[in-house]
């Protein structure tokens, strides 16, 4: 009796192993463990490599757990049954049932979902021997499951795609972001969430939305005598200025400050008699449709830093640069040569007084807002778009939870809005009311 007694608490445990196991196993940290198995961990190790193969895993411990319940109970059913007869079935499953869902599922569950890693390390050994031992009896198990799912018309997926998985990153840097809001490093880790969402738009972002438009590029004129190219190329702050013959769009040359210095320093004659167009560098076209991702790849492979964005008709919009690109994973990098031109003004009553030209992603990153870049990338282009007319001076609209007043317009470009978040009740049902 005394020894029926002894199995029926080994089973118990073997019960709680296998459920702590299972728990431990799902909740431990993918990035901690991958970083132990960096640092030659061989739990560690076993733990990624049981992961791989977690359906395998799943069939095992249930296999395992319920053996060992289904034993224990009918061990503990023949004990009761020799001290209180019949009434001993009674007593044998209200006492198992205790003790199976106190001691075999609820204690070593909790122990495991507080420490996961601990526990998943400390019982990935004797797992991975369990699996091996029964692995030819859960592999014919899979092969019924699958028929029967197949019968049904049921589809296994065993990977998640692209975008499970891109959004399940996402999900977990969002989620570390939320836990730590109230820690003394909150700020360094949501600028460090920030930074981790940029990289994931890089391939959803394209050039057109960061560049520099045409209207705020300082070009050169081929045609101007070179003393004066050599004055404005040092009065600008810019190192690498666009060269054109004619008209703007007919762009011929990038001209590099470094490369024109040096030929001023090493012509003997005036500088009048320098050729621009012989010093500048071949310019480099590129869509606008092209997304930051590949354009990165495309500036590391030609070992470039600046290209000229154009249209589908080769019309000139704008220029992009390495730093753009990068300003736009990490924020803003001033040098000092920039000209700090942030386009917004904080009010007191809390609004916002913004330029046209300022990106709307810029706004969202800054303030922390969700104003959708998906049908316009500057803040002007937003209005226009929801308004759908060129508004005057003093009209007012509101969309997306915003009040958008219009404060100055320049022809039929909107230079300046004022935008101050609405509270949740007070946007009315349509887009627009007058001023």
Known sequence: MIAIIAIIVFLLCCSAFFAGAETALTAASRPRMHALAQQDNRRARIVNELRTRMELVIAALLLGNNLVNITASALATSVMIAFFGERGVVYATAGMTVLVVLFGEVLPKTVAINNPDRTALAAAPALRAFVWFVTP???????????????????????????????????????????????????????????????????????????????????????????????????????????????????????????????????????????????????????????????????????????????????????????????????????????????????????????????????????????????????????????????DVGQIFMFHGFRFEVLERHRNRIKRVRIRPLEPASEPPSVAATA
């Not at 004619?246 to 012509?267: C, E, F, M, S, T």
């Not at 080769?314 to 803003?332: F, K, Q, R, S, Y």
């Open 137 to 391: 009896l859960t592999r014919t198990m899979q092969l019924i499951v699958r028929g029967t799912l197949m019968l049904f018309g049921a589809r296994i997926v065993t990977e998640l795609g692209r975008e499970e998985t891109e959004e399940e990153l996402r999900g977990a840097i969002d989620l570390h972001t939320e836990t730590a809001k109230h820690t003394e490093t909150s700020t360094e880790i949501r600028e460090a969430g920030a930074m981790m969402h940029s990289i994931l738009d890089l391939n959803e972002v394209m050039v057109m939305d960061i560049m520099i438009h045409r209207q705020n590029v300082t070009m050169v004129d081929a045609e101007q005598p070179p003393s004066e190219t050599v004055a404005q190329v040092l009065a600008s702050p810019h190192t690498r200025i666009p060269i054109y013959q004619g008209n703007p769009d007919n762009i011929v040359g990038v001209l590099h400050a470094k490369a024109l210095l040096r030929a001023v320093r090493a012509q003997p004659q005036p500088t009048d008699t320098l050729d621009i167009r012989a010093i500048a560098a071949k310019p480099w076209f590129i869509p606008s449709t092209t997304t930051l991702l590949a354009q990165l790849r495309a500036f590391r492979e030609r070992r470039e830093h600046f290209a000229l964005v154009v249209d589908e008709y080769g019309a000139l919009l704008g220029i992009v640069t390495l730093e753009d690109i990068l300003e736009e994973i990490v924020g803003e990098i001033d040098d000092e040569h920039d000209v700090r031109v942030r386009g917004t003004r904080k009010a007191a009553d809390g609004s916002i007084d913004v330029e046209g030209q300022v990106t709307i992603r810029d706004l969202n990153r800054q303030f922390g807002w969700r104003l959708p870049d998906e049908d316009a990338s500057t803040i002007a282009g937003l209005v226009l778009h929801e308004a759908r007319r060129i508004p």
